[in-house]
């Protein structure tokens, strides 16, 4: 992938695809192309500061840390997603840890230019404020997935939620996405064996196609509506 095609694709989804072609100009003057291999770190949970990441290729398992546990696999960002604004903005120290899910590639913003970019461009600096609250999102629906009572209805939303077959009220099918049995439950609070039996559930419905160690989502609107579904 040449650093003109990474950021084509950034450009036609996701946030920056919402910016304004002189934002976008600004942002990507000196984003450099940097590759991953599966289980690389983009950066880690009190890491010092250092510079934003928009995926063009591959998959970034976002983990969180508190003082009493962790890291903890939470979510899953693909092509188009942008991780790591926060120091950029002022932020001292990583709050998360993102990891290559398999062989990945980004664009990377370096730290001192897009700090500052955020200073002397007030626009530049909403525009990239507001990844923060797209990670809000994020973590909201994060923690209403993991309030469904129900557990094969809770594996169903938690895997709509980090296939990127649902983003905000929009549902489509995926193309094969990486993640094992043990992610999906370690983001779902449920044993691997539950997850197994609700995928193979899932599957004879119709509505995902399972393989080694990666699965499509065929029938989002279906599985949202067995996810979501009043218990």
């Given at each position: 992938m040449?650093l003109?095609?990474?950021e084509?694709i950034?450009?036609?989804?996701g946030?920056?695809?919402?910016q304004s072609?002189?934002i976008?100009?600004?942002l990507?003057?000196?984003a450099k192309?940097?590759h991953f291999?599966?289980?690389?770190?983009?950066f880690?949970?009190g890491d010092?500061?250092?510079?934003?990441?928009?995926?063009?290729?591959?998959?970034?398992?976002?983990?969180l840390?508190t003082?009493f546990?962790g890291?903890?696999?939470?979510h899953?960002l693909h092509?188009?997603?942008?991780?790591?604004?926060?120091p950029?903005?002022?932020?001292r120290r990583?709050?998360?840890?993102?990891?290559?899910?398999e062989?990945?590639?980004?664009?990377?913003i370096?730290?001192?230019p897009?700090?500052?970019?955020?200073?002397?461009?007030?626009e530049a600096a909403?525009?990239?404020?507001?990844?923060?609250?797209?990670?809000m999102?994020?973590a909201i629906?994060?923690?209403?997935?993991?309030?469904i009572?129900r557990?094969?209805?809770?594996?169903?939303a938690?895997?709509?939620?980090?296939?990127g077959a649902m983003?905000?009220?929009e549902?489509?099918?995926?193309?094969?996405?990486?993640?094992?049995?043990?992610?999906?439950?370690c983001?779902a609070n449920v044993?691997r064996n539950m997850?197994?039996?609700?995928l193979?559930?899932?599957?004879?419905?119709g509505?995902v196609r399972?393989?080694?160690?990666?699965l499509?989502?065929?029938?989002?609107?279906?599985?949202?509506?067995?996810a979501?579904a009043?218990?």
């Amino acid at each position: 992938m040449t650093l003109a095609e990474a950021e084509a694709i950034l450009a036609a989804k996701g946030w920056l695809a919402g910016q304004s072609l002189r934002i976008r100009r600004a942002l990507l003057d000196g984003a450099k192309l940097v590759h991953f291999a599966k289980g690389d770190y983009a950066f880690r949970a009190g890491d010092p500061p250092g510079g934003m990441h928009g995926i063009a290729a591959g998959s970034f398992g976002i983990y969180l840390s508190t003082p009493f546990r962790g890291p903890s696999l939470s979510h899953i960002l693909h092509p188009g997603w942008w991780c790591g604004e926060g120091p950029i903005l002022g932020g001292r120290r990583r709050i998360l840890t993102a990891v290559a899910m398999e062989p990945s590639i980004t664009l990377h913003i370096p730290f001192e230019p897009g700090r500052r970019l955020v200073q002397s461009d007030p626009e530049a600096a909403r525009s990239i404020g507001m990844l923060g609250q797209i990670a809000m999102g994020v973590a909201i629906a994060n923690v209403s997935d993991l309030l469904i009572q129900r557990v094969d209805r809770r594996v169903g939303a938690v895997l709509l939620r980090v296939t990127g077959a649902m983003e905000g009220a929009e549902l489509r099918p995926t193309g094969e996405v990486r993640l094992t049995q043990e992610q999906l439950g370690c983001m779902a609070n449920v044993s691997r064996n539950m997850v197994n039996r609700t995928l193979a559930e899932f599957e004879t419905a119709g509505w995902v196609r399972l393989g080694y160690n990666r699965l499509a989502i065929l029938d989002p609107e279906s599985l949202a509506a067995f996810a979501f579904a009043r218990e």
